[in-house]
């Protein structure tokens, strides 16, 4: 396998995002061959290179897995926390190999979550580019009028820049109504906030797809592989090798 640069070779392999790789390396907590790397244009063979990021080390999986969980409400989508609380990681039981989420669902949020090791997929579907939609169902605590859905559906002012353009569609009445809403970004508590904008507030919220992939009957905590094809039909769409 040709050099890559490392910060490029540890967000590949799920170690983190190429920012954070970045960060590790010039904070010197990377080692290549056993001298300590901090010039982020320095690169590196996995396959050859004994890589260690804080003395741990760092290979290419012998085998890519591609799993669906259904997150439930209340655990962290990260594979270890500090605080000692429920993480996603938590619910793959008898699973051995290290995968890792790919994206986050917040903490009161349940449904849809991807976990891989393979960090060419998991890039690709959390970039941008790649235009991944995401469809959720909010519970939330009263009715948007027709021109807020509007503007809800145009964008709203998150965080001094606006949200990209969304789905949102009315899908059961009720004294606390359900919204179905389809986002291509996923910033950080965004359709709790956006709802929040109108003064309206997010009571349950669960992702049931991402891309073409429904949630389908699985139950909190159940997990499964991805079939072969779903997996070939994602890389496909996402213009990665399907080999």
């Not at 290979?59 to 926390?81: E, M």
């Amino acid at each position: 396998m040709a050099e890559e640069r490392l910060q490029k070779i540890l967000s590949r392999l799920g170690v983190a995002s190429r920012r954070k790789a970045e960060e590790l390396i010039v904070a010197g907590k990377v080692q290549v061959n056993g001298k300590t790397i901090v010039e982020l244009g320095s690169k590196a063979d996995p396959e050859v290179d004994d890589i260690r990021v804080v003395g741990m080390n760092i290979r290419p999986p012998r085998q890519q897995f591609y799993i669906l969980l259904h997150k439930p409400k209340n655990c962290v989508t990260t594979t270890h926390d500090p605080q000692g609380r429920e993480t996603v990681m938590d619910f793959l039981k008898g699973f051995k190999e290290r995968v890792y989420p790919i994206g986050r669902l917040d903490y009161g949020s349940e449904g849809a979550l991807l976990l891989t090791n393979d960090g060419d997929f998991a890039n690709a579907i959390l970039s941008a580019k790649s235009h991944v939609t995401k469809i959720y169902e909010a519970k939330v605590t009263g009715y948007l009028t027709a021109e807020q859905e509007e503007q809800f559906r145009t964008g709203v002012p998150l965080h001094g820049r606006r949200t990209a353009p969304a789905g949102l569609k009315l899908i059961r009445r009720a004294e606390n109504p359900w919204y179905e809403v389809t986002l291509i970004e996923g910033r950080t508590n965004q359709i709790r906030i956006m709802f929040k904008y109108f003064g309206v507030m997010v009571e349950k919220l669960r992702r049931t797809q991402i891309g073409f992939l429904k949630l389908g009957t699985l139950e909190p905590t159940d997990w499964r592989f991805l079939t072969p094809q779903e997996v070939h039909r994602f890389k496909k769409t996402l213009k990665l090798p399907t080999t």
